[in-house]
């Protein structure tokens, strides 16, 4: 059974950068896209990016140019950077992973980690 | 980018009701829609993929239909447990959206 699991700090300063980690067990992180998602407390659910296990990335165009997302296949492992965070970043962040489709879209996220909150506070 | 909006926002039913929850997208995005089902402090789960496939270990009471701008998630005979907020998701564009859920409550 494939787990996914978010680590990284709880609290962030604004301006600061956010970084999460998402340990992926009881399977290969090859042949899948990793995507980071958040939800804001209250909120709908917001995609942010992913990444191809041989590195390929795409982002969501409203948070492009803060985003970074990169991968270690011998950790099973891929990570997110959101520099330059507001308050308006506070949000449970979630990666999951994205089974390609006919297309090789990755866009049906059948597992998910259990989410991490972190919230952007001096 | 692909708007998917969802209705209604919120719906009261009781155990054994049939129910459907509505999803439409700013554009056609032929059967890329997929439907979560998201518990208070849980993950999203994964329900229909495919517009009206049933992910693996789902109940069959579970069902999705539609193609090209309106889609429906149907619950046949809602359990107890399905009490929980539904999300549409389109995976037509890498640009992936979901729509702002649906919460099904007891009536």
């Known amino acids: 059974q494939v787990q996914l699991q978010e680590s990284g700090p709880g609290l962030v300063k604004p301006s600061e950068t956010l970084s999460l980690t998402c340990t992926v067990s009881?399977?290969?992180?090859?042949?899948?896209?990793w995507s980071w998602i958040r939800q804001p407390p209250g909120k709908g659910l917001e995609w942010i990016g992913y990444?191809?296990?041989?590195?390929?990335?795409n982002y969501n165009p409203s948070l492009k140019s803060r985003v970074t997302i990169s991968v270690d296949t011998s950790k099973n492992q891929f990570s997110l950077k959101l520099s330059s965070v507001t308050a308006a970043d506070t949000a449970v962040y979630y990666c999951a992973r994205g089974d390609p489709d006919e297309r090789d879209y990755g866009g049906n996220f059948d597992y998910w980690g259990q989410g991490t909150l972190v919230t952007v506070s001096s | 980018d692909i708007q998917m909006t969802q209705s209604p926002s919120s719906l009261s039913a009781s155990v054994g009701d049939r129910v459907t929850i509505t999803c439409r997208a700013s554009?056609?995005?032929?059967?890329?829609l997929n439907w979560y089902q998201q518990k208070p402090g849980k993950a999203p789960k994964l329900l229909i993929y495919a517009a009206s496939s049933l992910q693996s270990g789902v109940p069959s009471r579970f069902s999705g239909s539609g193609s090209g701008t309106d889609f429906t998630l149907t619950i046949s005979s809602l359990q107890p447990e399905d009490f929980a907020t539904y999300y549409c998701q389109q995976s037509y564009s890498t640009l992936y959206s979901f729509g702002q859920g649906t919460k099904l409550e007891i009536k």
């Open positions: 554009q056609s995005i032929s059967s890329y």
């Open positions: 990444i191809y296990y041989s590195g390929s990335t």
């Open positions: 009881g399977g290969s992180i090859s042949s899948y896209y």
